[in-house]
């Protein structure tokens, strides 16, 4: 029988009841920063869920003041046990042939806070982020716009690149973006450019968020890395290419990144994510055995990126890709992280780099999409090369069954 929720939810509506994603809020402008799960046009209070007793199982009953926290941490920190727990306390108390919640007046006027009125916030203490380049289709374009070749670098089929990003200017959706300024590479003779940047840039991503860590000097092993990995958001990590352009070589990006990432707000775990999973693109050569998994998934979630110029009214979508492109896993990455002895911790962010796949429509940015500028992108009677000043991008990400059961 199909699991429905007294809470009315609409078809199209990204929050059912089989996804119940964790997020951050506070219910008015005066009031502290608390955790809530979506469902419908909701957001369930947790703070008040624990405070009437209603995390009653076995390790949530004595552990239930990590949803009286300002963020998401103490819980991430619990495990998948506790997790599941939750899991399925919520979709007890929400399910329509379940009395507790939906017959107590009192409780559901405190715990249910219309989406509208909520201000959402991070949802998690980040220590640090990390910014992989997993996507096999971005790597080439790269390599064939700054190359000249879509060979890729010899260490690319051997291990998942990153580097560590700003973990300080991770924001959340809806935060204003203010065009950085640095230098850009020079022409001729000329000294390099200074100024704002010329080539703004949104990059499609998602990202792992960390629960429980790893001790200093014990690496995870890829197969549990799943353990360790709460669930996924979306993430909009905001480039400077120009920026990137001239500053990359020889340490890597710097300026032209850390302006500022975005991530949405609500982080899906992976138990919601389960019925999506799918089968890992073929990795040859072979990974190294440290990195080689008995089970290699990726997970079926469509993504869409669109522009909404200032003078316009309306969206347009510039990009429809999906996360099962990736070429690395999110556990090859996770593991990959760690191999060094690299201590990751409950609230880290490792985001998956642009995702891309094989068709013109699948490309992640608009460095790919014009072509580093040489071929303007039509939207709607106007045209971009790059981002402009009171532009709007729209990231989506959902996935899709022909009935939920």
Known sequence: MALNSFIEVQPDSHFPIQNLPYGVFKPSPESAARPGV???????????????GLFDGPILKDSSDCFHQPNMNKFLALGR??????????????????????????????SLVPMEKAEMLLPIAIGDYTDFSTSIHHAKNCGLLFQGTPELPPNWLHLPTGYHGRASSVVISGTDIIRPRGQ???????????????????????????????????????NQAEDHIF?????????????????????????????????????????????????APKQEPQPLPYLAEKISKSYDILLEAKIKPATQKDSIVTTKSNLK????????????????????????????????????????????????????????????????????????GYCKVLAYI
């Not at 007890?92 to 107590?104: D, G, I, V, W, Y």
């Not at 120009?242 to 975005?262: A, M, N, Q, R, Y």
Request: charged share 20%; net charge negative; glycine share 10%.
């Open 81 to 110: 046990p506790a997790w599941k727990e939750a899991r399925a306390t919520l979709q007890k108390l929400l399910s329509s042939t379940e009395p507790t919640l939906r017959e107590n007046t009192d409780l559901r006027q405190k």
């Open 231 to 279: 669930g996924l958001v979306l993430l909009n990590d905001w480039s400077a290419m120009d920026f990137l352009d001239w500053e990359t070589v020889p340490l890597g990006p710097f300026l032209g990144k850390s302006f500022g990432t975005t991530i949405s707000p609500w982080i899906v775990t992976l138990e919601a994510l389960e019925p999506f999973a799918c089968d």
């Open 325 to 396: 492109h990736l070429y690395w896993t999110l556990t090859q990455q996770l593991a990959q992280h760690t191999i060094n002895g690299c201590n990751l911790m409950p609230g880290d962010v490792l985001a998956t780099g642009t995702i891309c796949g094989p068709e013109p429509e699948s490309l992640g940015c608009l460095l790919e999409l014009t072509w580093n500028g040489q071929r303007p992108l039509s939207l709607n009677g106007t045209t971009r090369t790059f981002l402009e000043d009171g532009d709007e991008v729209i990231i989506t």
């Open 184 to 222: 850009g590479r020079p022409a001729g003779n000329s000294p390099p450019y200074f100024g704002p940047s010329l080539k703004l840039d949104f990059e499609l991503e998602m990202a792992t968020v960390v629960g429980p860590g790893n001790e200093l000097g014990k690496p995870v092993d890829v």
């Open 38 to 52: 979506a469902i419908g046009d909701y957001v369930l209070d947790l703070s008040e869920v624990a405070s009437a």
